[in-house]
């Protein structure tokens, strides 16, 4: 019993969560009664068990801290779960795989609570970090192991499982740059000025430089535009973090709109993929690369403000939409109230890891917890502004909620990653 | 020192929460805002989704015969089409291909959501709450359509015809050859071999060509030169010379305009017309001007696209759109050039010179009844605008009627006993091939009830083949 009270605002969150997990399996069966299988009920039982799990794990473990983000992580994946049972297609088992990646993210998520002890072995080890990085991220064009899906070679697989080790290698980098910055931290900001602008320390950013764009190049080589565009914003974001120098920020994204365009020109896809943005809806795109978005925009164009209802819409005539286009999905169903919803989840969730990073105690653990929180806000923007044509599609998922399980998984230690640094901070402070 | 990271995690904060602010409001755009652009697009899967869900509205014409409606099968309700004739302008409705015509046009009203109709909208877009659809009603005149399908189909080429009713724009009959099955094309069974069969047909049976094929008018594009003429100082009654081949100045070079007749003589407007002179026309378009000219073309709806219940393609003036060159214009003048007009839209020219110089908006549909067979909302466009003075268009409207009745007049074929019929032929030149022929015209010719276009491809003698045609689809709609 004294177990359930020491994280009792967390156990009274994961009734919702429950809650949630219950309604919409039963809202999803109930629109298709036709298809139903009484077996699918497990799901979300065994679900809610392994959430009550993890959260006995943490209450036994003596975590203390935030005991907001595990419910609201749970809460994303409970939906992520409904979603994969709303949109698996008939021939294809996904919501069982998908709680069978949610069980290996529930033990990546103890592990990474329990492992490494001490938290400043992050900083010490960063550059085996760095290096177990880049070769994660060349593991992907290795023979064997290698596999190309869908045109874009970032997978690794074995048997029926697919991973791809990117979505690791952002948290790898983040954990890499906060280590780094924190160590030349001094030098990068206190550098001297021309008028307002700030010479960059060429030589002390070097190393991190190198270390971003032997990643983008990978990337490209690998013709994955959403990894480049996060691993361009995760080093930007740090180094704003590290010196608050805006000014690196502009060269950043002016380097971005030379390279894009430079890309745009050379890169056959790149250049699909913008056109595809411009004009999704012209003759010649509509029924080609622009197929996709068309019909997730005519998803969205069925949502109105409360949706269709869960079960009665038609995002299924997206392609790939359990991947891709889950808000869209979302949308569709629940209404532009429950798009508004869902996001309004992701920036609670970047607020209370902001939150953690303002508090923690050493500059390696606020720019390490503000890198990571980071990561969940910009990829939920970069998905969902390509889902609605604000920018260019790429293929990175929806945190916790699209179907994928390399993407629940490295989410899951991220949450992890990001309550050690609350649990840190809470022991020096002396409070709960 | 962690005070500076402290803030710039708070510059941070505020930077991704403006992102979410601003990606909220697209994702709002797209949801509400452009929603209702989305939910009609002919390719949105969601409005054909009916058609195997739930039975959609029927499509009936004038008589109340069914052109269209729902029929349960075993893998759910199919659309059936009662008259291939229509095909094109009723179209289709597959959950593959999208939707055509007037399936397309009123999908929100046959599946229960007219605009006429908010709260049933409302309710079944929000609360899931569909009503038994109504139906959408057609100005299709049976009788008119059978006696246009027949006349066409016996000349056993491909071509158009299209009538309508000058004074409300509403389409009584229309029919392009080829057509398509519409049923194949609608049943899940054999969609995709219907569809890849017409879809690669070279003789482009999809094309509604009365609505969608673009033409040079030939001939009948005498009634704007000569409107043009009118009002712009040139008197119809002066004699001007015709003498074959002709050229206005030696700059043309090896360039002629050239007569059909190789005549040779003095031609008043009314000459002009009967005898379909190009000369006589060139000249007088010379005297009015290419700017003159393109204006009159322009009020005459040449380059755009007709406001219409079923979108229309827009044709063209010439290819930069003006008409800059004094050969340009010569050939312009008497429908040559570089023009390209619907036969919907030659109709509509000759319905405004018959209703005194007023341009009807044309529309397919009449009316849209909800299941009870009440009416939701009647559809009666207001005229698209006086193109030019009535007393212009009596005077053209006059020469019409020679051009059919007169002595050795080519629409003579166009005649109905009784009845005087203003008309004007057309002899389209084309690269493909023999000419294409044209009529279009108006009766009665003094207050008219029917406006009508034909087009045959690549007919023998132009619009002489044509001419009957179009007289036998007016007297059905006289009903003689």
Redesign the interface.
């Known amino acids: 019993m004294t177990l359930l009270l020491r994280r009792r605002s967390e156990v009274g969150l994961i009734v919702w969560v429950a809650a949630l997990a219950i309604t919409g399996s039963v809202a999803v069966a109930a629109a298709d009664a036709a298809a139903f299988d009484r077996r699918q009920i497990f799901i979300p039982v065994a679900f809610i068990a392994l959430m009550l799990a993890l959260h006995l794990f943490l209450a036994w473990r003596g975590v203390r801290g935030d005991q907001l983000l595990f419910p609201l992580a749970a809460g994303l994946s409970a939906l992520g779960l409904i979603l994969v049972q709303r949109l698996q297609p008939a021939d294809q088992p996904l919501l069982l795989q998908q709680l069978t990646w949610m069980i290996v993210a529930a033990g990546a998520f103890a592990a990474t609570i329990l492992i490494p002890r001490d938290l400043t072995a992050l900083a010490r080890f960063k550059w085996t970090w760095a290096i177990l990085g880049l070769v994660l991220l060349i593991s992907p064009l290795l023979p064997v192991i290698g596999r190309e899906i869908n045109g874009a070679r970032i997978w690794i697989g074995v048997s029926r499982f697919n991973f791809e080790p990117w979505e690791a290698v952002k948290i790898l980098l983040v954990v890499f740059f906060a280590a780094y910055l924190e160590e030349f931290r001094e030098v990068i900001t206190h550098s001297r000025r021309i008028g307002p602008f700030p010479i960059p320390p060429v030589p002390y950013l070097l190393p991190i430089l190198a270390m971003w764009a032997m990643a983008m190049v990978v990337v490209i080589f690998e013709k994955d535009l959403g990894a480049a565009l996060l691993f361009l914003g995760i080093f930007l974001a740090m180094l704003y973090l590290a010196t608050g120098e805006a000014f690196y920020t502009l060269i950043g994204l002016a380097l971005l709109a030379v390279g894009g365009f430079a890309v745009y020109q050379l890169i056959g896809h790149v250049h699909v993929r913008i056109d595809t943005w411009l004009q999704p809806f012209s003759e010649e795109l509509r029924f080609g690369a622009g197929y996709q978005i068309v019909q997730g925009l005519f998803a969205l164009g069925n949502a109105g403000l409360f949706g269709a209802g869960l079960g009665n819409g038609m995002p299924d005539r997206i392609p790939i939409v359990w991947s891709d286009f889950v808000f869209n999905a979302f949308a569709e169903e629940t209404g532009f109230a429950g798009a508004l919803i869902l996001l309004a989840l992701y920036l609670l969730f970047f607020y209370r890891g902001m939150l953690i990073a303002v508090r923690a105690p050493t500059p390696f653990l606020q720019l390490l917890a503000g890198g990571l929180s980071f990561i969940v806000a910009f990829q939920t923007l970069v998905i969902v502004g390509g889902n609605a044509r604000l920018i260019p599609l790429t293929g990175v998922t929806l945190p916790f909620v699209a179907y994928g399980g390399s993407s629940l998984v490295t989410n899951w230690m991220l949450v992890a990653l990001l309550m050690r640094v609350s649990d840190v901070t809470a022991r020096v402070r002396g409070t709960e | 020192?962690?005070r500076?990271?402290?803030?710039?995690?708070?510059?941070?904060?505020v930077a991704?929460?403006i992102?979410?602010l601003?990606?909220?409001a697209?994702?709002?755009?797209?949801?509400?805002v452009?929603?209702?652009?989305?939910?009609s697009?002919p390719?949105?899967?969601?409005l054909v989704?009916a058609i195997r869900d739930r039975p959609r509205g029927k499509i009936v014409d004038t008589a109340n015969n069914v052109l269209a409606q729902s029929v349960k099968t075993q893998d759910g309700w199919t659309r059936k089409y009662s008259d291939r004739s229509l095909a094109h302008v009723v179209g289709f409705a597959s959950f593959k291909y999208g939707a055509s015509g007037i399936e397309a046009a009123y999908a929100d009203s046959l599946i229960g959501q007219d605009p006429g109709d908010p709260i049933a909208t409302w309710r079944a877009?929000?609360l899931?709450e569909h009503e038994e659809p109504g139906s959408v009603v057609l100005g299709i005149d049976p009788k008119v359509q059978k006696v246009a399908v027949d006349a066409l189909t016996s000349t056993g080429r491909k071509g158009a015809i299209i009538a309508l009713n000058p004074v409300t724009g509403t389409i009584i009959a229309s029919v392009s050859l080829p057509n398509f099955e519409p049923n194949q094309v609608a049943d899940p069974k054999t969609e995709d071999l219907a569809w890849q069969q017409v879809n690669g047909d070279q003789n482009k049976p999809l094309i509604d060509r009365a609505r969608q094929g673009l033409y040079a008018p030939g001939s009948t594009f005498k009634l704007v030169t000569g409107a043009a003429a009118l009002e712009n100082g040139i008197n119809p009654d002066t004699k001007i010379r015709v003498d074959d081949p002709w050229q206005a100045d030696p700059s043309w070079g090896q360039y002629y305009v050239r007569s059909s007749s190789k005549a040779h003589g003095d031609y008043t407007m009314a000459d002009g017309y009967r005898l379909s002179e190009n000369i006589y026309f060139a000249k007088i378009g010379l005297q009015v001007g290419g700017q003159k000219l393109a204006e009159y073309a322009s009020r005459f709806g040449v380059g755009a696209a007709p406001r219409c219940d079923i979108a229309v393609p827009k044709g063209q003036l010439s290819n930069s759109g003006t008409l800059d060159r004094p050969t340009l214009v010569a050939d312009t003048s008497y429908g040559q050039g570089e023009l390209l007009v619907s036969p919907l839209q030659m109709a509509l020219i000759a319905a405004t010179i018959g209703r005194a110089g007023v341009m009807p908006t044309p529309h397919y549909a009449t009316e849209v009844r909800d299941s009870s067979g009440n009416t939701i909302r009647t559809i009666a466009p207001g005229a698209a605008g006086q193109v030019v003075r009535p007393d212009t268009a009596a005077k053209i409207a006059g020469y019409l009627v020679g051009a059919v009745e007169g002595p050795g007049a080519f629409a003579f074929g166009a005649k109905i006993s009784g009845v005087h019929v203003a008309g004007k032929t057309g002899t389209a030149e084309n690269p493909a091939g023999p000419p294409h022929g044209w009529f279009i015209g108006f009766a009665p010719a003094e207050n008219p009830v029917v406006a009508v276009a034909v087009i045959i491809e690549n007919s023998g003698q132009g619009g002489v083949d044509a001419a009957p045609l179009g007289g036998r689809v007016m007297q059905a709609a006289l009903g003689r």
Do not use: H
């Not at chain 2, 500076?4 to 904060?13: Q, T, W």
């Open positions: 020192m962690t500076g990271i402290a803030e710039n995690i708070r510059g941070l904060s991704i929460a992102a979410f601003v990606t909220s697209g994702v709002g755009y797209w949801t509400l452009a929603s209702d652009a989305l939910a697009d390719f949105n899967p969601r989704a877009r929000y899931g």
